[in-house]
């Protein structure tokens, strides 16, 4: 089982929609968690932290289930800009150690 | 503008060519990263360098060779590197202890 998954995709999604994305995690002893976006060919870009009780940025909302060990990132209202690949990143201590997914590619449409 | 600069954005080389990647970060951060992303790969992390000390290397193949002289600049030295090595190479820093990192544009290197 690979310590980082996700659904590769690709999301299509009709500009106006709302999408979400899960990834799951198999170190329950991970600490910190957070989704990048990468455009093509560009590098990642921190897009949210992800905390206990949910957290929200926009159009974003980023929720955590340790219970489950998944993080969801939820898009409301989807733009054109939104296309991208997102990716879940897992850190599994207090130091430096990132597990990064392999990413979910999104797609809007117009 | 992304606080961490990383030259030359291209390179192309040849297996038997002596180079290196140069990476500086403005964000007064404590750690520094190389990793190597391939096509449709997940991002694979190739050195961390923490308070200017090298504290992890993956099983990277001694062709590649980093150098932190002090905690804004991190360099990869490459030499007689193979084809599949051709790849875009990220730095990244960010501050211990749990915070997110902070990528630079990236090097696209292309092996011929």
């Keep these: 089982r690979k310590e980082v998954e996700q659904d590769p995709g690709p999301f299509n999604v009709p500009e106006g929609a709302t999408v979400a994305f899960n990834c799951t995690y198999s170190n329950s002893a991970s600490q910190s968690f957070f989704w990048y976006r990468q455009d093509c060919r560009k590098e990642p870009k921190l897009l949210m932290s992800v905390y206990s009780s949910g957290n929200e940025d926009g159009r974003f909302t980023a929720q955590l289930n340790r219970a489950s060990q998944y993080i969801s990132l939820l898009i409301r209202d989807s733009k054109l800009s939104d296309s991208a690949t997102y990716l879940c990143v897992v850190m599994q201590d207090s130091n430096y150690q990132l597990i990064w997914g392999a990413g979910t590619k999104l797609i809007i449409k117009p | ?112």
């Design chain 2, 1 to 112: 503008e992304t606080g961490v600069t990383q030259t030359p954005r291209h390179l192309v080389m040849g297996m038997t060519n002596k180079k290196s990647l140069k990476c500086e970060q403005h964000l007064g951060h404590n750690a520094m990263y190389w990793y190597k992303q391939s096509a449709k790969k997940p991002l694979e992390l190739m050195f961390v360098y923490s308070l200017e000390e090298r504290v992890e290397n993956n099983s990277v193949p001694s062709r590649f060779s980093p150098e932190c002289p002090n905690s804004s600049h991190l360099f990869l030295h490459l030499h007689t590197l193979q084809p599949e090595d051709s790849a875009l190479y990220l730095c990244a820093s960010s501050q211990v202890g749990g915070q997110p990192q902070h990528f630079g544009d990236g090097t696209r290197l292309s092996i011929l």
